[in-house]
């Protein structure tokens, strides 16, 4: 199949070489680019370490901590991922992982209070700090890096939606789901008449507001889930 890949670059590289490895054709055209904020980790350990993407930790940098007593922290993760980020950054504490922030919300939530330290995108939804809201919980929050939306579409993606040469577009997130439709719609092609596959429901929602036909959802929220269903389109 002819496919699209929205994914930052960084990410992209290792998915198209996985999609190519089974004889797809591959363009990339990132929506989005992380950029690390810059932000200085506080020197007190906290009780707990929450991350919601793997960005989290390759957003800041771990030489100023000292380790010896970080090492351990319990960690409250989203996805395998984001894991193993914690852990080649020398994370080693026991770690729950969730497969998406309402679950891990709701593992939160059953703790005792306790002081939480929660890595974040700069951009993004407000699951984890409201549910901790309500809680006898103290949560720190850093925010670590962030995701700039990009001005335009590649312009070999701008031509192949344009001429009909892409079968199915890959969507990560709900933000760049949106970001996509909005450039697609400025660059005027017509980027509903192909497939669409979602990482989950909300990131399919702005294909659908937008009155996308196409769209399927993977049963996971996990690329493995999400790329099984090429063979169904």
């Known amino acids: 199949m002819r496919l699209l890949l929205?994914?930052?670059h960084e990410d992209a590289a290792q998915t198209r070489a996985k999609l190519e490895a089974i004889g797809h054709q591959v363009l990339v055209s990132p929506v989005i680019t992380f950029e690390a904020t810059?932000?200085?980790?506080?020197?007190?350990?906290?009780?707990?370490?929450?991350?919601?993407s793997a960005r989290a930790f390759t957003g800041m940098e771990t030489e100023e901590l000292d380790l010896a007593a970080w090492r351990l922290v319990p960690l409250f993760l989203v996805g395998a991922q984001t894991e193993a980020a914690a852990r080649a950054h020398g994370f080693a504490g026991p770690a729950k992982v969730a497969p998406d922030s309402a679950a891990l919300a709701e593992?939160?939530?059953a703790l005792p209070s306790s002081r939480l330290l929660y890595l974040a995108g700069t951009d993004r939804k407000?699951?984890?700090e409201?549910?901790?809201?309500?809680?006898?919980?103290?949560?720190?929050?850093?925010?670590?890096?962030?995701?700039?939306?990009?001005?335009?579409l590649a312009l070999e993606a701008v031509a192949a939606l344009r001429e009909?040469?892409?079968?199915?577009?890959?969507?990560?997130?709900?933000r760049s789901a949106a970001i996509f439709v909005n450039l697609a719609a400025a660059a005027r092609t017509d980027a509903a008449r192909c497939a669409h596959l979602c990482l989950s429901q909300d990131v399919a929602a702005p294909l659908l507001a937008a009155g996308y036909g196409e769209v399927w959802v993977a049963s996971e929220p996990n690329e493995d889930a999400m790329l099984a269903l090429l063979a169904a389109i």
């Open 6 to 8: 929205t994914r930052a």
């Open 38 to 52: 810059g932000e200085s980790w506080p020197r007190r350990p906290p009780h707990g370490l929450i991350a919601t």
């Open 107 to 109: 593992a939160l939530v």
């Open 126 to 128: 407000p699951l984890i």
């Open 130 to 152: 409201e549910a901790l809201g309500v809680t006898g919980h103290r949560l720190i929050v850093i925010e670590t890096y962030c995701a700039a939306a990009a001005k335009t």
């Open 164 to 174: 009909g040469l892409v079968d199915c577009v890959l969507h990560y997130s709900r």
